[in-house]
């Protein structure tokens, strides 16, 4: 079986699971993470992944590893150093982000 389909089962079974033991609704986990029922659904059917962003705040909701939700560790809990590892690399990626925003907004100006 392809890696892929193993992480996609995985990431299914520990979505599902974690709902469960938390007693989460599909709607209150949409309503946490900014979409909808129906688009938790697809996940927990499989039909789709989600995205960058709402995988990791499904991980951040169930206060999990995205490794964990992955089927990667067996780990649930972040450690201290994967979560300031996490931060770190958040806040380099919205730095570079935000350069990129202003090396825009510079060039469209430079066109008018």
Do not use: W
């Amino acid at each position: 079986m392809p890696t892929q389909v193993k992480a996609r089962n995985a990431f299914v079974e520990k979505l599902c699971a974690l709902m469960d033991g938390a007693g989460t609704t599909q709607q209150t986990l949409a309503d946490k993470i900014g979409t909808t029922r129906q688009t938790i659904s697809q996940y927990m059917n499989g039909d789709i992944e989600p995205k960058m962003r709402a995988f990791a705040a499904i991980a951040e909701y169930f206060g999990v590893s995205c490794d964990y939700l992955l089927g990667l560790s067996t780990n649930e809990c972040r450690t201290e150093d994967e979560k300031d590892n996490l931060i770190g690399n958040l806040r380099e990626a919205n730095a570079k982000l935000n350069d990129l925003v202003n090396r825009i907004h510079a060039m469209t100006r430079n066109k008018e």
